[in-house]
């Protein structure tokens, strides 16, 4: 299982080098938000943050699903040690 958090963990990083080093040929215009149909509804400016937003939300998801996962067990184990006593 450490094998997957790892390979999920390297994957989520990648993006944040990737976006580091091509930031500068990113045109002026980056899209904000899609449609359903793939159309852009929103434009806006190249910033830091619009150009890391996606990279951001997968890290902090997959922080979220880790500490999700991690207190399944701990609760898990707690209810085994309530069941014993």
Do not use: H
């Amino acid at each position: 299982m450490i094998i997957v958090f790892f390979l999920a963990a390297i994957i989520s990083i990648i993006p944040f080098p990737v976006l580091a080093i091509f930031y500068k040929t990113i045109p002026g215009q980056v899209p904000l938000f899609v449609d359903l149909a793939g159309n852009l509804t929103i434009m806006t400016t190249k910033s830091i943050l619009s150009v890391f937003r996606l990279p951001v939300m997968g890290l902090m998801i997959q922080v979220i699903c880790v500490a999700m996962y991690l207190t399944r067990f701990s609760s898990t184990r707690r209810s085994k040690i309530d069941q014993n006593i």
